[in-house]
């Protein structure tokens, strides 16, 4: 490994809590990070819809048919909003206590719980 891919790999996780850290007051992420969010989070949608099931409705999904602003203009009904979200916060739930340091000392690899809370979102 190159000395620059080294450095970049202890960067990381600074800038992953940049991103996903503790909100500044007043802080509003540069357009171009914004716009990555986004992309990635109608990946999520697009994935969503292509394999959605039919299951009954949550009163949050319910609640998210008229609160979908952070969606954009993506036309994915109630249920797959819930679902990418139910995605995008139980893995980044996982990676942020994992670079903050909080599986240290508990005895088990966080790889695997990262890639079993993936295997278990990708089956439902």
């Known amino acids: ?14 800038r992953y809590l940049l991103i996903y850290g503790t909100p500044v007051p007043g802080y509003q992420a540069p ?5 990555i969010s986004s992309e990635i989070m109608a990946m999520l949608l697009d994935a969503g819809s292509a394999s959605a099931r039919e299951r009954p409705a949550t009163p949050f999904d319910s609640h998210l048919e008229h609160h979908r602003e952070w969606a954009g203009s993506h036309p994915a009904p109630p249920a797959v909003l ?4 139910s995605f ?3 893995l980044h739930g996982v990676l942020s206590l994992e670079l903050a340091g909080h599986f240290t000392g508990m005895g088990f690899d966080p790889a695997l719980l990262f890639a079993a809370e993936l295997d278990d979102l990708l089956a439902h």
């Open 1 to 14: 490994m190159t000395r620059v891919a080294e450095e970049e790999l202890t960067v990381l996780p600074q």
């Open 31 to 35: 357009e171009d990070i914004t716009l």
């Open 82 to 85: 819930h679902q990418a979200l």
């Open 88 to 90: 995008w916060t139980r």
